[in-house]
């Protein structure tokens, strides 16, 4: 099982970015991690490792947002990104 299709009890957000067109994903992911509040959890799921978004992401929130990998395998990559107080 896809660890993007688990269900959780946690305040885990899914984001498929699979979904999303490619000149649109930055922004959304941007806007998703904007709406979260302290303590909360997006679940991104792609069909790579989104590396250049990741220094992005780092560049832009630092250690505001902590990025965990859930699974790391080729054609499927979950990140939980959570958001710190």
Sequence with gaps: MHACDQP?????????????????????????LDALTPGETMRFCNDHDPLPLLAQL???????????????????????FTRQG
């Design 58 to 80: 780092q560049n832009r929130y630092g250690a505001t947002v902590q990025i965990n990998y859930v699974q790391r395998e080729p054609g499927a990559i979950v990140i939980d």
């Design 8 to 32: 959780t009890l946690e305040a885990i957000y899914p984001f498929d970015a699979r979904g999303v067109a490619k000149r649109f994903r930055h922004a959304a992911i941007f806007g998703a």
